[in-house]
T-cell receptor, first 114, second 113 residues
Framework: DAGVIQSPRHEVTEMGQEVTLRCKPI?????LFWYRQTMMRGLELLIY????????DSGMPEDRFSAKMPNASFSTLKIQPSEPRDSAVYFC????????????FGPGTRLLVL | DQQVKQNSPSLSVQEGRISILNCDYT??????FLWYKKYPAEGPTFLIS?????DKNEDGRFTVFLNKSAKHLSLHIVPSQPGDSAVYFC????????????FGTGTLLAVQP
């Protein structure tokens, strides 16, 4: 079975540019999560969806960040405009509605904003 | 304010010996705890979990212990293997917010052959 798929794996951009990160959750998983990992703050939950509906976006740092889930197999995290302090690894995770609370993580997107 | 703390950034053990990774938490409402392992350039992978109704859970070489009164949990790996070398994260959640995992900052385990 394919795991969570994220693209791109690496992104280098200049300050002020728009960045879009993509995620395909595991088929059949009803929950999707976006995390950010930095040296200073560790792994932080940004937002999560249930059945394509955003449930909790309290971790989204600023209005520059937005996330969408147009269907059950695709989600995007967009940063516009990007800033150097957004440089981090962004992870997407998913889990099914039933069963253990285990979240399954994708390989991450390493973002560098110059 | 870190609600989940892993005070040891790194740990080095010899192959075959026991590895003990520690995690402390401050939120008494946490009732579900997980350990994840992360290799470089990969996402975290689930290792083992424990509910607050238990004080021990075992899965092969991995055992998690929970001490609720001390708000402390630990992960024991016996025997340690070089392939266990990775960053280990503990995470916690509340029963009313099961999807909001709060992660510690991680401990880098190096198992020396």
């Amino acid at each position: 079975d394919a795991g969570v798929i994220q693209s791109p794996r690496h992104e280098v951009t200049e300050m002020g540019q728009e960045v879009t990160l993509r995620c395909k959750p595991i088929s059949g998983h009803d929950y999707l999560f976006w995390y950010r990992q930095t040296m200073m703050r560790g792994l932080e939950l940004l937002i999560y969806f249930n059945n394509n509906v955003p449930i909790d976006d309290s971790g989204m740092p600023e209005d520059r960040f937005s996330a969408k889930m147009p269907n059950a197999s695709f989600s995007t995290l967009k940063i516009q405009p990007s800033e150097p302090r957004d440089s981090a690894v962004y992870f997407c995770a998913s889990r099914p509605s039933r069963g253990p609370l285990t979240q399954y993580f994708g390989p991450g997107t390493r973002l560098l904003v110059l | 304010d870190q609600q989940v703390k892993q005070n040891s950034p790194s740990l080095s053990v010899q192959e075959g010996r026991i590895s003990i990774l520690n995690c402390d938490y401050t939120n008494s409402m946490f009732d579900y705890f997980l350990w994840y392992k992360k290799y470089p350039a990969e996402g975290p992978t689930f290792l083992i979990s424990i509910s607050s109704i238990k004080d021990k859970n075992e899965d092969g070489r991995f055992t998690v212990f929970l001490n609720k009164s001390a708000k402390h949990l630990s992960l024991h790996i016996v025997p340690s293997q070089p392939g266990d070398s990775a960053v280990y994260f503990c995470a916690a959640s509340e029963s009313g917010a099961t999807n909001k995992l709060i992660f510690g900052t991680g401990t880098l385990l190096a198992v020396q052959p």
